[in-house]
């Protein structure tokens, strides 16, 4: 299994921006998945944004337009650029990695990140 490192989180101002990033253990980065979920006290995780092996991404309906996922196979790196946060996306980030072959799923810790004055 692959294991992940997120970035700090932090406190952010409503409508300020915040990058958060995550560096995978495994040499063979760009055979995995990735992806960044979300979980808010009493809520259940959701997914945020993800990025595919071959570079497809896709987006939550609360990011779309705000949050930009990319990644950096030579930096075994998968970013999420967060801009105009709300309150709402006060959460614990975690990133995930799914092995495109063993199907395989690993986790990071997570990073909090919240958003208020």
């Known amino acids: 299994q692959v294991q992940l490192v997120e970035s700090a989180g932090g406190l952010v101002q409503p409508g300020g921006s915040l990058r958060l990033s995550c560096v995978g253990s495994s040499r063979q980065f760009n055979f995995y998945d990735m992806a960044w979920y979300r979980q808010a006290p009493g809520k259940q995780r959701e997914l945020v944004a993800a990025?595919?092996?071959?570079?497809?991404?896709d987006y939550s309906e609360s990011a779309k337009g705000r949050f930009t996922i990319s990644r950096d196979n030579a930096k075994d790196t998968v970013y999420l650029e967060m801009n105009n946060l709300k309150p709402e996306d006060t959460a614990v980030y975690l990133c995930?990695?799914?092995?495109?072959?063993?199907?395989?799923?690993?986790w990071g810790r997570g990073t909090q990140v919240t958003v208020s004055t």
């Open positions: 990025i595919t092996s071959s570079l497809d991404t």
């Open positions: 995930s990695a799914r092995h495109v072959l063993r199907g395989t799923t690993s």
